[in-house]
Structures are given as structure tokens and as C-alpha cells.
């Protein structure tokens, strides 16, 4: 039998941000053993072969980030790293709303992954933030964040 989609009434992109980054600041608080000294080494994801994937909540908050230093596009980059990693400074250009993967993820210099159970119901809560924008689940960063601009563009 075919599970019935859920029906949501209308979600805000507005209201998507504050609750994505909620979950950020959720996370924050965790007392879970991390702490990231900006290496970047995550960043490089041809050198780590992972690459971060975002819900719709999250690249919409990435774009946003992005918008506010000034950059209607992806900046171009050839070697394979993160296009929000500044190209001169080697910085993230949207640190404060980095995505989810990218706080948690397989940063050995931070403390390695985080375990599944230790934020699986914040997964879940951006899960169903992404249902409620109709997104498509999570998809590779780039073209998170891409499908997220194009959209603005036009
Ligand atoms: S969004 Fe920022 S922290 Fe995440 S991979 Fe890209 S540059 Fe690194």
C-alpha cells in the first residue's frame, strides 16, 4: 500500500531559514567533543573524495549566505575544492551558515565524524524542512546551492 504524502500547508523560505539555523545552534550546544581550527581540510573534496550534502533548508541558507558577501554565482574553481572556500584568504565565504555536513561531517583535524545517534534527530528535523519546501532530498553541495541560485535568477 502507498503511503499518502503528507500535506503541509505553506512553508515560508523565510521561516525554512530560521528553523535551519536553529538546528545549527542546536548543534552548537551539544556537548559533543569537536572543534574545528579552520584547517580547511574538509574543503579540498577531490583530495578527500567526500563531499558535503545539503537538504533544500540548508542551500537556501547558503545561498543567502552567499548573496550577503556580494556573489550572485558559485565562484569558478579548478581543483576540485569547495567553490564557497575563498580563493585567495582560504577561507569559507559562509563560515556562520556553513551546512550541516560541513559541521559534522569527517573532519579527522576536528575530532572525526560525528556518530549518527549523536544528531540523527537534527538529520530528521532538516529531512522534514526539506519535505515541506518540496525539495528533493539532499543533493551534493554544489548543486544544492546551484539549483537554489538559478531559481533566484529567474
Ligand atoms: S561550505 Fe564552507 S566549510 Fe563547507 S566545504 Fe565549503 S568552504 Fe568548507
Not at 39 to 56: D, I, S, V
Amino acid at each position: 500500500m502507498r503511503r499518502a504524502k503528507k500535506s503541509y500547508s505553506y512553508y515560508s523560505p523565510a521561516s525554512a531559514l530560521a528553523d535551519v539555523k536553529a538546528i545549527y545552534e542546536e548543534l552548537s550546544q551539544r556537548p559533543i567533543e569537536r572543534h574545528c581550527t579552520l584547517k580547511t581540510e574538509c574543503c579540498h573534496f577531490l583530495q578527500t573524495g567526500k563531499t558535503p550534502f545539503l537538504t533544500r533548508g540548508e542551500a537556501l541558507l547558503a545561498a543567502q549566505a552567499l548573496g550577503n558577501t556580494g556573489r550572485k554565482e558559485l565562484p569558478k574553481r579548478i581543483d576540485g575544492a569547495c567553490k564557497l572556500l575563498h580563493p585567495r584568504t582560504n577561507r569559507c565565504m559562509i563560515y556562520q551558515d556553513r551546512p550541516f555536513g560541513c559541521r559534522t561531517h569527517f573532519c579527522q583535524a576536528a575530532g572525526g565524524p560525528y556518530a549518527r545517534k549523536e544528531v540523527v534527530d537534527l538529520i530528521h528535523r532538516l529531512e522534514e524542512i526539506d519535505r515541506k519546501l518540496e525539495g528533493q532530498g539532499s543533493q551534493e553541495l554544489h548543486t544544492a546551492i546551484e539549483e537554489v541560485l538559478k531559481e533566484q535568477r529567474h
